[in-house]
């Protein structure tokens, strides 16, 4: 078993979305925009002795001093042979990697975990940690709209009507690159704005991302006008079985006409059209963001873990602060 660097971006991608757990978090593209944040992005695959892929891990380089921190994110994936050699590919990763005294990896799979990729975390001595900002609401999509309309809170389905019944109210998927270039931009001045008004902040790059959204078309960008101005923009991404919210901006125009409503029904409506499975409202957080929370909420009680980040570290005590630390 050897792991050699995949470098060519088509066949990186090709073998990514070839996999059931494939997502964009894995994708050339995500590690293009982390690079544009300052990672190194290194794209691994790992093979038998027959040349067989048996897994796959784009991990994400950073130093601080004298010390690494390997961001595997989305991954690692395993391909159906390499799902029975879970703990020998996480090994040859770890060998690879050749962690110092005081690197630590970490694991983040994103809802892409399988079950061999987590028993060779167990058997190679990484530590799962979680926190309550870990956990998302789902909303079954096998059993179409009618069933999910009947499960909706009456609030939901009120705010939904009155979306659905106002004239200048109009969604669109947008498929065009230039159409989606310029939604991208009215999205980033709309979060711009969003976090100043609810006085919020995080690392997401929106000039580092654009192209890349606007190009990727597993990307489900919507656009919501009311007249003539556009007063929502959400993105979502979508795997094989799972419609992901993303990211979503607004004008405060959208909180009198319901057009969050009407967006996320969108997104539902296009979910069972493509024959995912589950809609992921992509991560709630009751205790700080309560109205987002209840908005939620109000379509599904579902909740689901988005499972724990993985740490593993030559050092006890490095290990033990990276835990405690993202504990908090």
């Given at each position: 078993m050897?792991?050699?660097?995949?470098?060519?971006?088509?066949?990186?991608?090709?073998?990514?979305?070839?996999?059931?757990?494939?997502?964009?978090?894995?994708?050339?593209?995500?590690?293009?925009?982390?690079?544009?944040?300052?990672?190194?992005?290194a794209?691994?695959?790992?093979?038998?002795?027959?040349?067989?892929l048996?897994?796959?891990?784009?991990?994400?380089?950073?130093?601080?001093?004298?010390?690494?921190?390997?961001?595997?994110?989305?991954?690692?994936?395993l391909t159906?042979?390499?799902?029975?050699?879970?703990?020998?590919?996480?090994?040859?990763?770890?060998?690879?990697?050749?962690?110092?005294?005081?690197?630590?990896?970490?694991?983040?799979?994103?809802?892409?975990?399988?079950?061999?990729?987590?028993?060779?975390?167990?058997?190679?001595?990484?530590?799962?940690?979680?926190?309550?900002?870990?956990?998302?609401?789902?909303?079954?999509?096998?059993?179409?709209?009618?069933?999910?309309?009947?499960?909706?809170?009456?609030?939901?389905?009120?705010?939904?009507?009155?979306?659905?019944?106002?004239?200048?109210?109009?969604?669109?998927?947008?498929?065009?690159?230039?159409?989606?270039?310029?939604?991208?931009?009215?999205?980033?001045?709309?979060?711009?704005?969003?976090?100043?008004?609810?006085?919020?902040?995080?690392?997401?790059?929106?000039?580092?991302?654009?192209?890349?959204?606007?190009?990727?078309?597993?990307?489900?960008?919507?656009?919501?006008?009311?007249?003539?101005e556009?007063?929502?923009?959400?993105?979502?991404?979508?795997?094989?079985?799972?419609?992901?919210?993303?990211?979503?901006?607004?004008?405060?125009?959208?909180?009198?006409?319901?057009?969050?409503?009407l967006?996320?029904?969108?997104?539902?409506?296009?979910?069972?059209?493509?024959?995912?499975?589950?809609?992921?409202?992509?991560?709630?957080?009751?205790?700080?963001?309560?109205?987002?929370?209840?908005?939620?909420?109000?379509?599904?009680?579902?909740?689901?873990?988005?499972?724990?980040?993985?740490?593993?570290?030559?050092?006890?005590?490095v290990?033990?602060?990276?835990?405690?630390?993202?504990?908090?």
């Amino acid at each position: 078993m050897r792991v050699t660097p995949m470098t060519d971006v088509p066949a990186w991608d090709e073998a990514v979305w070839g996999q059931g757990r494939g997502s964009i978090f894995a994708a050339s593209g995500w590690g293009t925009y982390k690079t544009r944040r300052g990672a190194a992005v290194a794209r691994l695959g790992v093979v038998d002795e027959a040349g067989d892929l048996l897994g796959l891990a784009q991990a994400q380089v950073r130093r601080r001093g004298p010390a690494r921190q390997v961001y595997i994110q989305g991954g690692p994936l395993l391909t159906d042979k390499g799902e029975r050699h879970g703990e020998a590919v996480l090994r040859a990763l770890l060998a690879h990697l050749a962690l110092g005294p005081l690197d630590l990896a970490v694991v983040d799979f994103a809802r892409t975990e399988s079950p061999g990729a987590v028993l060779g975390l167990l058997a190679t001595g990484f530590k799962p940690v979680t926190t309550a900002g870990r956990h998302t609401l789902e909303v079954d999509l096998t059993g179409g709209l009618d069933a999910i309309q009947a499960g909706m809170e009456p609030r939901w389905r009120k705010a939904l009507r009155k979306a659905e019944r106002n004239p200048g109210l109009k969604a669109r998927f947008l498929d065009d690159p230039g159409e989606r270039l310029a939604a991208f931009d009215a999205f980033a001045a709309m979060y711009a704005a969003l976090k100043t008004r609810k006085g919020f902040s995080n690392d997401f790059d929106p000039a580092a991302y654009r192209d890349l959204a606007a190009n990727d078309p597993r990307h489900v960008m919507l656009e919501i006008r009311d007249g003539d101005e556009p007063c929502l923009v959400r993105i979502a991404h979508r795997s094989r079985d799972r419609f992901t919210d993303f990211f979503t901006a607004s004008t405060e125009r959208a909180k009198a006409n319901a057009a969050a409503y009407l967006a996320v029904w969108s997104f539902l409506r296009r979910g069972v059209e493509e024959g995912c499975r589950v809609f992921d409202f992509g991560g709630i957080d009751p205790a700080n963001n309560r109205g987002v929370y209840d908005f939620k909420r109000g379509l599904t009680r579902n909740v689901a873990s988005s499972g724990p980040l993985w740490l593993l570290g030559r050092n006890r005590l490095v290990t033990a602060a990276a835990g405690a630390w993202l504990a908090r």
